[in-house]
């Protein structure tokens, strides 16, 4: 039975999802930390933006601000990294501060950036809505100043080659932008390096028209 034609409008559909794909935005990250300041009815609240990639990595920020800050009454802080994200209040009334913080983030399309507010107590209350302000203005007024970068994701590739062809192999890694990150020298030269993931596979490609079939791959697992 001959296979029915495509209607134009589902044949459009695809290619209109193809695009969208194709030009789908890198995800950004800061290329460096950033701070603001503002002072609100006497409270000082001191913002900084600024990457991290993980919990951990935020958590060491956040008491080395302690350690700059002793006499603040809080630190609130927010993180946007994936499954690591988090939005803590310290003490302020609950998503009056690391919530809002979040929601700055996201709203700019960031990944892997940590948003901290130092605040000194003034004296006057601002009440739930001032504090939603004050963090959310705080994280924006840095972030107004940032500059923001595409992330670039790298992939670890190993491989183990004979003697006669690493230098080969070290011109065809520099070519390529890639970092060498160990070598050792046994039967064969095993070597670990990284690049940008939508560089790899070329990479593979040229390595091994060039390497004639000598080069071995060597799995992670293994």
């Known amino acids: 039975m001959a296979r029915r034609p ?3 409008r589902r044949v ?10 194709e030009f789908r935005p890198m995800p950004l990250t800061l290329a460096a930390p950033v701070h603001s300041e503002l002072i609100i009815k006497k409270s000082r609240f001191i ?5 991290a990639a993980d919990r951990a990595g935020a958590q060491k920020v956040v008491a080395a601000l302690w350690a700059q800050h002793p006499g603040a009454r809080h630190v609130c802080w927010a993180l946007l990294a994936g499954g690591q994200s988090a939005a803590v209040d310290d003490g302020e009334p609950s998503g009056t501060a ?14 892997g950036v ?20 004050a963090y959310t203005d705080a994280v924006a ?6 500059e923001k970068v595409p992330i670039v994701r790298l992939a670890t590739l190993r ?21 060498l990150l160990t070598v050792a ?3 064969a030269v095993a070597l670990c390096f990284s690049l940008p993931e939508d560089s790899a596979a070329r990479l593979r490609a040229r390595l091994a028209e060039a390497g004639q079939g000598r080069i071995a791959w060597i799995d992670e697992a293994g």
């Open 6 to 8: 495509r209607s134009p």
């Open 12 to 21: 459009q559909s695809q290619a209109v999802a193809l695009r969208a794909l």
């Open 47 to 51: 913002g900084c933006v600024q990457p």
């Open 98 to 111: 690391g919530r809002p913080m979040l929601d700055v983030l996201r709203h700019q399309d960031l990944e």
């Open 114 to 133: 940590l948003a901290t507010v130092v605040r000194y107590f003034g004296g006057v209350k601002l009440g739930a809505g001032g504090l939603v302000r």
């Open 141 to 146: 007024q840095a972030l107004l100043q940032a």
């Open 159 to 179: 491989c183990a080659v004979p003697y006669a062809l690493e230098g080969l192999l070290r011109r065809e890694l520099d070519a390529a932008g890639a970092t």
């Open 185 to 187: 020298h046994g039967q």
